[in-house]
């Protein structure tokens, strides 16, 4: 399986922006599907996961209310919209899927599969 993610930028607090994250290749019947970030000095963190029906989701607590994920398995896409956008908020951005799982897992290590990351900057 690959990911892609896209849609990071340069945007002003405040802002807004819509992440993307499209899978390829063998993808299997479920996975489940999450988005990380890993801002410079820092280890990478969970942000937003959500399970394969798409009828649970789950947050780290800084952006719960600020950011929605949510997926399109007819296209194999996940999306992360982030609202309100703050300084501390940028950094890299990940997507990566765990095969075979249905739930909104939030533990880094049990992805198997992570994009290339898409860089997400907000000035103050």
């Known amino acids: 399986v690959q990911l892609q993610a896209s849609g990071g930028g340069l945007v002003q607090a405040g802002g807004s922006l819509r992440l993307s994250c499209v899978a390829s290749?063998?993808?299997?019947?479920?996975?489940?599907m999450a988005w990380f970030r890993q801002a410079p000095g820092k280890e990478r963190e969970f942000v937003a996961a959500?399970?394969?029906?798409?009828?649970?989701?789950n947050y780290e607590d800084s952006v719960k209310g600020r950011f929605t994920i949510s997926r399109d398995n007819t296209k194999n896409m996940a999306y992360l919209i982030m609202n309100s956008l703050k300084p501390e908020d940028t950094a890299v951005y990940y997507c990566?899927?765990?095969?075979?799982?249905?739930?909104?897992?939030?533990?880094?290590?049990?992805?198997?599969?992570w994009g290339q990351g898409t860089q997400v900057t907000v000035s103050s």
């Open positions: 290749g063998r993808t299997p019947s479920t996975y489940a």
């Open positions: 990566a899927a765990i095969p075979s799982r249905e739930g909104a897992v939030t533990t880094t290590s049990e992805y198997r599969y």
């Open positions: 959500i399970r394969w029906s798409g009828g649970v989701t």
